[in-house]
């Protein structure tokens, strides 16, 4: 005699996430409405806080919602950006006057802010890296439809740019990797590299990140001609927000 398979349902908390979790996604809860609180899930459902709360932590864990300090959770929908890693970066992008940010967001409205910009003693790495004693620092925050989504640092020789519009808050049109050409180092070849971690508190501050969500960092190194290091741009991405692309050919 054949014994049928036993399916196990679900933990109570996790069926309650499933059904929130299909409200979300079809669209009859959206981005800002405030999910039901740990009380009305555990009058619906005869279930006890932990459980409640296990819920939610369901939804806030896949970033989902997000919890806001006496006041709830919210749904957190967001489209990701796209982010293409060698369109992006190409010479018909800022060699155009036309920013690499309006490859990302594609129409999409973008704010920059957080901006400081000054000469330091460069670090050991940032030293060894570009090949410099001293160097220029723009850091930023980017934000598309007005939720941060990445910090940016970026280190230039101080040398090859100091007095130039690369050290001021608008670079002017085409960005630093245009001004970058204008001194006769224009940007020839770009290496990446990723990895994922979660964010320190600062981070996860000027992000506005939800517990439990991690960030994306890409350190990125521009050679110009004849392979001299002119730009270490380190990125603190939230991962939620992004889909990062790479084509190329087999």
Excluded: K
């Amino acid at each position: 005699m054949t014994e049928s398979p036993v399916h196990h349902e679900p933990p109570i908390y996790r069926r309650i996430a499933d059904r929130l979790r299909d409200q979300i996604l079809s669209g009859a809860l959206s981005d800002g409405d405030r999910l039901p609180g740990e009380n009305a899930i555990m009058a619906e459902y005869g279930i006890a806080r932990a459980t409640a709360r296990q819920a939610l932590a369901v939804l806030i864990n896949e970033g989902l919602a997000v919890p806001r300090r006496g006041s709830g959770v919210y749904v957190r929908l967001f489209r990701p950006i796209r982010r293409h890693g060698s369109r992006r970066l190409s010479r018909e992008q800022w060699g155009q006057g036309r920013a690499i940010w309006d490859s990302d967001t594609r129409g999409r409205s973008y704010t920059v802010d957080e901006v400081s910009i000054e000469r330091t003693p460069a670090s050991e790495q940032v030293a060894r890296v570009l090949d410099c004693d001293e160097v220029w620092v723009r850091r930023r925050r980017y934000s598309v439809d007005g939720r941060p989504v990445q910090l940016a640092v970026s280190y230039f020789p101080a040398d090859l740019v100091e007095g130039t519009a690369v050290t001021l808050p608008d670079t002017g049109p085409g960005g630093v990797y245009a001004r970058l050409g204008d001194l006769g180092y224009s940007p020839v070849h770009f290496t990446e590299e990723v990895r994922a971690r979660m964010p320190q508190p600062g981070e996860a501050s000027l992000l506005g990140l939800p517990a439990g969500t991690p960030v994306i960092i890409i350190s990125r190194l521009a050679y110009a001609a004849g392979g001299i290091p002119i730009e270490l741009n380190e990125m603190t991405l939230d991962a939620a927000s992004y889909v990062l692309q790479y084509d190329f050919d087999a």
